[in-house]
């Protein structure tokens, strides 16, 4: 049988309706943090960025939220597309930290018409 | 942001045999790459920091004789897996820290996905 951990939390939304993932990250010192978009078979593309002196950053439909408080981020995408589908990932790092990102479990976005 | 390519994008090899995978940055002079691993269904997992001229610093648990890690320029680095075994099979992936826009984030190739018979 399947492992637990090996199934990505999906979020399922109808096209043109607001989509929020969630994410937890581990680290208090971590000072950035970015989101990644990746389609099967493909590398992860970059979506945008924030932070941690920063509590919210718009972008072109997407608007990441940041809660130091709680260690939370999340990703908001307005008016979500089919093309929109795929797993999206929440990246942490820390400027002292040798430029390493720690990547999160990931969530799948399926976009349904 | 960066522009990155890998090459091959997918590779089949028998059990035994080494790998080699280039990345290489098109638009950016790179003096750090970084190297993932992604099982399927799976996170990205770091295997290594590779720095132009230097030897390339691994991640815990990850063997630095099996996976060879070579940063000769500003523009390449490359990863031999040697003596690759099935279990070995995942898609690599690489990236470049910085680009020509940016220089405190990390750009992505597109993965290169090795099966190992």
């Known amino acids: 049988g399947e492992s637990v951990g090996l199934h990505l939390p999906t979020l399922s939304v109808q096209e043109g309706d607001n989509s929020i993932i969630n994410c937890a990250y581990s680290n208090s010192a971590s000072d950035y943090f970015i989101w990644y978009k990746q389609e099967s078979g493909k590398g992860p593309q970059f979506i945008i960025d924030i932070r941690s002196n920063m509590d919210k950053r718009q972008g072109q439909r997407v608007t990441v939220l940041l809660n130091k408080t709680v260690k939370h981020l999340s990703l908001q995408i307005a008016a979500t597309q089919p093309g929109d589908s795929a797993v999206y990932f929440c990246a942490e790092g820390f400027s002292g930290g040798y430029n390493k990102l720690i990547f999160g479990a990931g969530t799948r976005l399926a976009v349904h018409p | ?117």
């Open chain 2, 1 to 117: 942001g960066a522009v990155v390519s890998q090459h091959p994008s997918w590779v089949i090899c028998k059990s035994g045999t080494s790998v080699k995978i280039e990345c290489r940055s098109l638009d950016f002079q790179a003096t750090t790459m970084f190297w993932y691993r992604q099982f399927p269904k799976q996170s990205l997992m770091l295997m290594a920091t590779s720095n132009e001229g230097s030897k390339a610093t691994y991640e815990q648990g990850v063997e630095k004789d099996k996976f060879l890690i070579n940063h000769a320029s500003l523009t390449l680095s490359t990863l031999t897996v040697t003596s690759a075994h099935p279990e070995d099979s995942s898609f690599y992936i690489c990236s470049v820290h910085g680009g020509p826009h940016r220089t405190d984030t990390q750009y992505f190739g597109p993965g290169t996905r090795l099966t190992v018979l």
